[in-house]
């Protein structure tokens, strides 16, 4: 059959040509749970089939539409969870739109990383439905900007579920510099679990925006060189029915406040070890202490580990 395939002409005459016709081929490459899909930003083709190394795409953000209608077209696939692998040094392109349920799994190495990079400020929006791109992953990748604006921008629209794990946040890239990693705003369910933060981000290098956190987790980071804050509620945030976020396990040093929970009382705050070089505790670290336990913190007017939030 993937001899067949592959005699297909996919003239391409735009980003979404024929993405019924490729999303078709995908039947071979199904697996126990989904469809699997392999990009290459070295080697490969938009023009391919995408379905192995052998003939991969070339960009992610081809991938990424692929992929999300492979989900959408019947419901054989709608409770499925499909695969993205990616390699290939740097991917230059700025995502405009995520896939719903699909990993986007890092391989192979870039420079002396091992991962790939995906160089670009990503701002995925919906313009027709919200939790559009609901439970996209992203594992073991690495993001630098291509321009001074946030790395990650998530809305409503993103979608409910979007998930960093292992990846690597680069605050620099050349003579650009990111305010923020991540930006959200009333995106609930979103983790970041287990991801280095690195450089100085000249804003926050997580901004909660406005809107509902439910289920959202922040988990054993690190958050190294912070120009301004580290984790920084910016808007009123809710939960529903106390589906509380979690801010756990995280090693942050910043110039200045390690955490600011907005005094929303929508956050538990556990187990953080920080580091700030700010003058007084007020200013690193801004949080309730009644929904906080076994935090560390030391600032620059502190040669020890102080206070213990819960002792306080």
């Known amino acids: 059959m993937l001899n067949a395939v592959r005699k297909l002409d996919l003239?391409?005459?735009?980003?979404?040509?024929?993405?019924?016709?490729?999303?078709?081929?995908?039947?071979?490459?199904?697996?126990?749970?989904?469809?699997?899909?392999?990009?290459?930003?070295n080697y490969g083709s938009d023009n391919y089939d995408g379905l192995s190394w052998d003939k991969?795409?070339?960009?992610?953000?081809?991938?990424?539409?692929?992929?999300?209608?492979?989900?959408?077209?019947?419901?054989?696939?709608?409770?499925?969870?499909?695969?993205?692998?990616?390699?290939?040094?740097?991917?230059?392109?700025?995502?405009?739109?995520?896939?719903?349920?699909?990993d986007?799994?890092?391989?192979?190495?870039?420079?002396?990383?091992?991962?790939?990079?995906?160089?670009g400020n990503h701002a995925p929006v919906s313009t027709t439905d919200a939790g559009r791109f609901m439970g996209c992953r992203f594992y073991n990748v690495r993001?630098?900007?291509?321009?001074?604006?946030?790395?990650?921008?998530?809305?409503?629209?993103?979608?409910?579920?979007?998930?960093?794990?292992?990846?690597?946040?680069?605050?620099?890239?050349?003579?650009?510099?990111?305010p923020s990693a991540i930006d959200s705003t009333a995106c609930g369910y979103l983790k970041v679990v287990g991801c280095d933060f690195l450089g100085a981000f000249s804003a926050s290098v997580i901004d909660i925006g406005a809107g509902t956190v439910n289920g959202m987790r922040i988990l054993n980071n690190t958050m190294l060189g912070g120009a301004a804050a580290g984790i920084l509620v910016t808007g009123t945030t809710t939960v529903d029915q106390s589906r509380l976020g979690l801010i756990d396990g995280n090693r942050i040093y910043t110039v200045g406040c390690t955490i600011n929970d907005g005094n929303d009382d929508t956050f538990i705050i556990t187990?953080?070890?920080?580091?700030?070089?700010?003058?007084?505790?007020?200013?690193?670290?801004?949080?309730?202490?009644?929904?906080?336990?076994?935090?560390?913190?030391?600032?620059?007017?502190?040669?020890?580990?102080?206070?213990r939030l819960d002792d306080t």
């Open 11 to 41: 003239e391409m005459t735009g980003f979404r040509s024929d993405i019924a016709a490729l999303v078709s081929l995908s039947e071979e490459a199904r697996g126990a749970n989904g469809s699997r899909y392999f990009v290459d930003g």
């Open 56 to 102: 991969p795409f070339k960009t992610l953000a081809y991938a990424l539409a692929i992929s999300h209608a492979d989900i959408a077209r019947g419901s054989d696939r709608w409770a499925r969870r499909n695969s993205i692998y990616i390699s290939g040094d740097d991917f230059v392109e700025d995502l405009t739109a995520f896939a719903q349920k699909t």
């Open 104 to 119: 986007i799994v890092g391989m192979g190495s870039s420079d002396s990383y091992p991962m790939p990079c995906i160089r």
């Open 143 to 178: 993001f630098r900007p291509t321009a001074s604006g946030d790395l990650v921008t998530l809305d409503s629209t993103s979608g409910p579920g979007i998930e960093f794990r292992g990846c690597i946040f680069d605050a620099h890239y050349g003579a650009y510099t990111a």
């Open 271 to 307: 187990n953080n070890m920080l580091i700030s070089d700010a003058a007084t505790g007020t200013d690193s670290l801004n949080v309730d202490t009644r929904w906080c336990a076994g935090n560390i913190i030391t600032d620059a007017t502190k040669s020890g580990p102080w206070p």
